[in-house]
């Protein structure tokens, strides 16, 4: 899969996660394992679409928290990827409530 980082962002954020190369293969694994359970659940509108089409517009920001929540459960830190879960989840709320 296509992620829209190059491979030096992603050394970086392993890095800074402490991640071995066998876990951030296997955290950008979980990552693509994610988003096909959301292409397989998409709703009628988007049948027409092909996985490659919708996952082509993904924001830097997206692949960000997926990667931070999913390397932090991979480096044995799984109440503090559910803890960043939680602050997306306001966050994103807030912003909603925000736009209404």
């Given at each position: 899969m296509k992620f829209p980082v190059d491979d030096d962002t992603l050394a970086a954020w392993s890095s800074l996660l402490?991640?071995?190369e066998e876990q951030r293969v296997s955290t950008?694994?979980?990552i693509e394992k994610t988003?096909?359970?959301?292409?397989?659940?998409r709703p009628a509108?988007?049948?027409d679409f092909s996985f490659e089409e919708l996952v082509a517009d993904m924001g830097v920001d997206e692949l960000a928290l997926m990667f931070l929540v999913t390397g932090l459960r991979q480096t044995g830190h799984p109440e503090a990827a559910e803890a960043v879960e939680v602050r997306a989840a306001v966050a994103q709320l807030q912003v909603c409530r925000e736009a209404d």
């Open positions: 402490g991640l071995t950008l694994t979980e988003l096909h359970v959301g292409y397989d659940h509108a988007l049948e």
